[in-house]
């Protein structure tokens, strides 16, 4: 199980103010389990955990096997709960620069659909030029702009390569099992599909093909990862303050509660920045509603100690910090001497990369806690597929705990609706114009 420390949390709260809030969590984890609160129709997360193989997963497989094969690229397509997921995955397991020297039999994997910049599509054509691609469209409603319009695009490039029956055999659909536009388009085109159930919110679809085939693409082995949220499933279903989700939900309302709004989450890991997007997302758009919610902002350390640590440190004190770390790799990185010494680095001579590594940690905590900021610690343990798993449903098992202690609906959106309502009547799309 993730190891849940609050022991650095005790700045002006103490253990009776979060165990005062046991009969909050557990109403709020029994209510999402048995399906009893607003929202319930979108409970379908809570049982993708599987532990024998289905046909979806065995299609996956079989996808990713003949994308590694013929594929010098691969290009998700999608946005928010229909991106983040699968790119932190690929990136928390293969390091942020996970493309280098990849090509046909272990290709490169690229993201379009989750911006409308047009500087970021004409590097996307550059990179394209004299590869071999395959795509993977990923929108549940099939209608988000963004997607569709770089849709349409990489489908003409594949057309104009491959003709119509090669780029129909490159292209991927995953979506709504019979509803929206891009299934219409996929069944149409006679696209190979996979499903996103319809009683599945975007940012809790990371175990259904949205991150399970481009994770196979990468070389993530899809019921490894299966095996770590099935293990959590039963693990973290706990009605105890010995469940980390427990301990983790209740501590980030007891510190709401106290006036820190802002929880920022921390991990000494540069392949984990997109993990912390994609946590970002699933607490911001499931809290952040009816006036409430703490705001969640990623940081990376130690480069953003070099950034935000002054603000941390001595800056308003409407914060607290969650810190994520994992084992050390068993490759490890020892710093050699130098008879010179003129760096003064000597000291260190014999010492791996992880001491270092270990002790800013160690630092970086024991001053923020001087400072004021109340911090959860999380052990993650070994990085493994099977973890990865595990973090997952942890993080939307607590965020759903979380949400229903705050009294909000968990999985709506209706916020991100005003800024598509402007966009599209500026845009002139038809029955937007007023
Ligand atoms: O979590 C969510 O529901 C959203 O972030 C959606 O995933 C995002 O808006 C993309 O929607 P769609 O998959 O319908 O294109």
Redesign the pocket.
Same mark, same amino acid.
């Given at each position: 199980m993730i190891k849940v420390d609050i022991s650095n949390v005790w700045i002006d709260k103490s253990l009776p103010d979060l165990l005062a809030l046991e009969k909050e969590v557990f109403h709020a984890h029994q209510v999402l389990t048995e399906g009893t609160a607003p929202g319930n129709d979108f409970l379908g997360w809570l049982n993708l955990p599987v532990e024998e193989e289905t046909e979806e997963i065995a299609r996956i497989r079989a996808a990713a096997k003949e994308i590694r094969e013929n594929s010098d690229v691969f290009i998700v397509i =999608?946005? /928010? /709960? #229909?991106y983040l997921g699968p790119r932190a995955a690929i990136e928390l397991m293969q390091g942020p620069n996970h493309n280098m020297g990849k090509g046909k039999g272990n290709p490169q994997i690229y993201y379009a659909g989750n911006t409308l910049s047009t500087r970021h599509w004409n590097e996307l054509l550059r990179l394209l030029e004299g590869k071999d691609f395959s795509i993977a469209i990923? *929108?549940? *409603? =099939? $209608? $988000?702009t963004e997607?569709a319009i770089a849709t349409r695009g990489l489908r003409w490039l594949l057309e104009r390569k491959y003709g119509t029956e090669g780029a129909k055999k490159r292209t991927y659909a995953i979506t709504d099992p019979a509803n929206g536009a891009l299934r219409q388009m996929a069944n149409e085109e006679g696209w190979e599909t996979f499903v996103?159930p319809p009683n599945v =919110? =975007?940012?809790? #679809?990371v175990l259904t093909a949205v991150g399970l085939l481009p994770m196979a693409v990468a070389g993530i082995d899809p019921m490894e990862v299966m095996r770590g949220a099935v293990q959590a499933k039963k693990d973290y279903d706990l009605r105890s303050f010995e469940n980390p989700v427990w301990l983790y939900a209740a501590c980030r309302n007891m510190l709401y509660r106290d006036g820190k709004v802002i929880e920022i989450l921390e991990s000494f890991e540069p392949g984990f920045k997109m993990m912390g997007g994609w946590w970002q &997302?699933l607490f911001g758009?499931s809290e952040g509603k009816d006036g409430k919610g703490i705001f969640p902002v990623t940081a990376e350390f130690t480069p953003d100690l070099h950034s935000l640590g002054q603000m941390i440190q001595q800056g308003e004190r409407n914060i607290f910090e969650t810190m994520v770390r994992f084992d050390a790799p068993q490759q490890a990185l020892v710093i050699g001497g130098d008879y010179k010494n003129l760096d003064g680095l000597n000291y260190l001579e014999g010492k791996t990369m992880d001491f270092v590594d270990e002790k800013a940690y160690l630092g970086t905590l024991a001053a923020h806690v001087d400072g004021g900021v109340p911090v959860i610690t999380m052990d993650m343990g070994e990085l493994t597929n099977e973890k990865l798993g595990e973090m997952f449903y942890f993080f939307e098992l607590a965020c759903g705990v979380s949400a229903y202690m705050l009294d909000v609906n968990p999985f709506n &959106?209706p916020g991100?609706e005003f800024y598509k309502r402007n966009m599209f009547q500026l845009l002139g799309k038809p029955g937007y114009e007023k």
């Open positions: =999608g946005i /928010g /709960g #229909s990923i *929108s549940k *409603s =099939g $209608t $988000t997607p996103i =919110g =975007g940012r809790y #679809s &997302q758009e &959106q991100v």
